[in-house]
């Protein structure tokens, strides 16, 4: 038991690591040409009408919070439970950089949905508004 005691600190930190490393970043989508803003704008639209606006059940249980004018050059959608009080983002889509990079991160991504979320951020980031 003693030797269990002196590694506990190196499984803990392990399980810490692991635990970060499935909230990692995501890419979503090839660069473009367009700038961060340019295709962050799309995506929120799409994200809104198609996610929200639709009454799509997968998402009845989130709020969207768009955060487009951002002073860190990353504009980017966020989600979080609705009606919580905790705020922290179960999903977030942002883009930086121009040619602008997409990425999507979060506990959702790791969800079954999370295939759907990319696939829908992808085509519309490309420039596709259908659902």
């Known amino acids: ?21 499935s909230c990692q970043s995501k890419p979503v989508v090839k660069p473009s040409s367009a700038s961060a803003l340019d295709v962050m704008e799309k995506v929120a639209v799409s994200a809104n009408r ?3 606006k639709s009454g799509d059940p997968a ?52 969800d079954p949905i999370g295939g759907r979320i990319s696939k829908d951020v992808q085509r519309w980031s490309a420039g596709q508004a259908n659902c």
């Open 59 to 110: 998402f009845k249980s989130y709020s969207f919070a768009p955060e487009l004018t951002s002073f860190s050059d990353r504009p980017r959608i966020l989600l979080t439970r609705k009606g919580s009080a905790d705020i922290r983002p179960l999903l977030v889509v942002q883009a930086e950089g121009r040619p602008a990079r997409l990425s999507a991160f979060g506990p959702m991504m790791n």
């Open 1 to 21: 038991m003693p030797t269990l005691r002196r590694f506990s600190p190196f499984i803990a930190l392990a399980i810490t690591g692991l635990g970060l490393w």
């Open 50 to 52: 198609c996610w929200f």
